[in-house]
């Protein structure tokens, strides 16, 4: 008899009535100690029925409908601060669960629109508690993984990239512990090269300082991989059209040439090939300032010596047609008179 009264399964909107109830609990510390651990295991099992919602499982997959009605819920009142609030109390695998059900909420859409961008523009300082995340070890990749999927709206990017925190990946970045700098690499590489229109504004606006910070804790940096990343992130930043400004910019400085060129002597081939991408726009530029072409000029037997000694694994043509433009570039170079 029992069978003829099961309880009807529970709707996505429901299931995120139910987690927000037992999150405000926790976020509240009005949870008894003595039911605190029966609670926890109550909440992480919604957590896991939402993340199935939204996922599916190995015997069926999404269904839309209920991706939509669990979104509009989740978003209608503050779940998303509860749960990022409430995310070091969680067990890790509740944590890991509320990671990918944030993660996946960032591309849900309703009637077109992605309103976790809304939200997120209405509770813009949730990211200050993400970015802040890198400095909790246990909570480091669980936020910057949140972070990284919240920057996909060009809302979030531009805040994060004009917030005093920006400047804390420098240090993120070389972080003793490997994955959470490989981590906060990751966030930083998605910042400056996602959104182009955002990303050419901040270069343009923050040239002087962050290029300094750059070329000094990273591109500068006593740690290979750092450096590794460094000049790969330059390379891209700087050959994307839409940060053209910048780019004219960089290459006119002399210390960002020397930088360049001691790159360009490192025994890494991996780094020395990224330095060339850089180093060839110095090369390329039809207006070098004098003091530019003349360091040039009085580096180059050398330089022609380490360009033509450099070459990649595997054959790549373009590789080789800018090379031999770089060389021939350098080979027909005169001395300036300085202005």
Not at 285 to 309: C, F, M, T, W, Y
Request: charged letters at 30%; one cysteine or more; a neutral charge.
């Amino acid at each position: 008899m029992k069978g003829l009264f099961k309880s009807k399964p529970r709707t996505p909107a429901e299931i995120v009535r139910l987690t927000r109830d037992l999150l405000v609990q926790f976020d509240m510390g009005s949870v008894r100690e003595s039911k605190r651990e029966e609670k926890m295991v109550e909440l992480s099992k919604y957590i896991r029925e939402l993340k199935c919602v939204l996922y599916g499982n190995s015997e069926a997959e999404p269904v839309a409908e209920s991706c939509t009605q669990l979104t509009q819920e989740f978003f209608k009142e503050n779940t998303l601060r509860l749960l990022i609030n409430c995310l070091p109390k969680l067990n890790l695998e509740a944590r890991k669960d509320a990671t990918q059900i944030v993660a996946n909420l960032q591309r849900q859409q309703v009637q077109s629109r992605l309103i976790a961008s809304d939200y997120l523009e209405r509770n813009i300082d949730l990211m200050d508690i993400l970015m802040t995340g890198y400095e909790n070890t246990d909570m480091a990749l669980h936020y910057g993984s949140m972070l990284r999927e919240c920057i996909r709206h060009q809302v979030v990017a531009k805040y994060v990239l004009e917030s005093e925190h920006l400047k804390k990946f420098f240090e993120f970045i070389q972080l003793p512990n490997f994955d959470i700098a490989a981590d906060a690499a990751a966030t930083f590489k998605e910042l400056l090269t996602r959104h182009k229109s955002t990303v050419a504004e901040f270069l343009t606006k923050n040239y002087d300082w962050f290029f300094a910070e750059y070329n000094s804790k990273l591109l500068e940096s006593t740690n290979y991989i750092t450096r590794r990343q460094a000049v790969k992130l330059l390379g891209d930043m700087l050959l994307d059209r839409s940060n053209s400004a910048t780019m004219t910019k960089y290459v006119c400085s002399r210390d960002n040439l020397r930088i360049l060129m001691n790159l360009l002597r490192e025994s890494s081939k991996t780094i020395q090939i990224e330095a060339f991408h850089v180093f060839k726009l110095f090369a390329a530029n039809q207006n070098k300032p004098a003091d530019i072409a003349n360091i040039l000029v009085a580096n180059k037997s050398k330089l022609l010596r380490l360009l033509g000694e450099l070459k990649t694994d595997k054959e790549d043509q373009q590789f080789d047609a800018d090379k031999a433009q770089v060389m021939q570039e350098i080979a027909s170079l005169e001395p300036k008179e300085l202005a």
